[in-house]
């Protein structure tokens, strides 16, 4: 079965600094990819999305994540954070049959004004 | 576009009790999901529909959760009877079914609290 790990639970950062969120996963096949934002109080909304082409996919609100096979990873980054960005950060990797999304545990994001 | 569209957005009732928890998805989607979410366990996924049918339920916790979805325009997701630790967020989402390339759109979710 799929599985996806984000490994920094808690980040907090300052205005301005720069972000990666870390997400691996362990199906070795075809995925696609997905990193979703849910503000405080709201439902999940898509940040961006890869399932082929170009590997570093450029998404809403300046993010970016890179899909580097050889890693498995799929790897969320802003060079500049705003107090806005705080929210909780989820990857997800559709894979298989179904391509059933299966959710890492989801990155906490505080941004200090 | 209304969106996946959930009520009630947030249920409090007496361990017992029957819950009824309503989805509407995005009109033309396909494709149906259920999770819950909470902080011990992050996001799961409950069941999966595909064209009405369920696809993958095995995430359903138990014999006191059930899922229907009688028209592609309606799912509900029912406890019964209901307990203390099924209160959590439960989220509904919808996606066109394209070799799953396709994102996922949530609804605002229920927070339902078990007494």
């Known amino acids: 079965a799929q599985s996806v790990s984000q490994h920094n639970h808690h980040v907090i950062l300052s205005e301005a600094a720069s972000l990666e969120l870390g997400c691996n996963y362990s199906y070795g096949g075809t995925v696609n990819l997905f990193w979703y934002v849910q503000y405080p109080g709201q439902h999940l909304q898509l940040l961006l999305k890869?399932?082929?082409?170009?590997?570093l996919v450029k998404g809403i609100k300046g993010f970016e994540a890179e899909f580097i096979k050889s890693k498995f990873s799929f790897n969320l980054r802003k060079p500049s954070v705003q107090w806005s960005d705080t929210a909780e950060y989820f990857c997800?990797?559709?894979?298989?049959?179904?391509?059933?999304?299966?959710f890492g545990r989801g990155t906490s994001l505080i941004v200090h004004p | 576009d209304a969106g996946v569209i959930q009520s009630p957005r947030h249920e409090v009732t007496e361990m017992g009790q029957e819950v009824t928890l309503r989805c509407k998805p995005i009109s033309g989607h396909n494709s149906l999901f259920w999770y819950r979410q909470t902080m011990m366990r992050g996001l799961e996924l409950l069941i999966y529909f595909n064209n009405n049918v369920p696809i993958d339920d095995s995430g359903m916790p138990e014999d006191r959760f059930s899922a229907k979805m009688p028209n592609a325009s309606f799912s509900t997701l029912k406890i019964q009877p209901s307990e203390p630790r099924d209160s959590a967020v439960y989220f509904c989402?919808?996606?066109?079914?394209?070799?799953?390339?396709?994102?996922?759109?949530f609804g605002d979710g229920t927070r339902l609290s078990i007494l």
């Open positions: 997800a990797v559709a894979s298989g049959g179904s391509y059933i999304p299966t």
């Open positions: 989402a919808s996606r066109v079914e394209q070799g799953g390339n396709q994102p996922q759109h």
């Open positions: 890869y399932f082929s082409g170009d590997p």
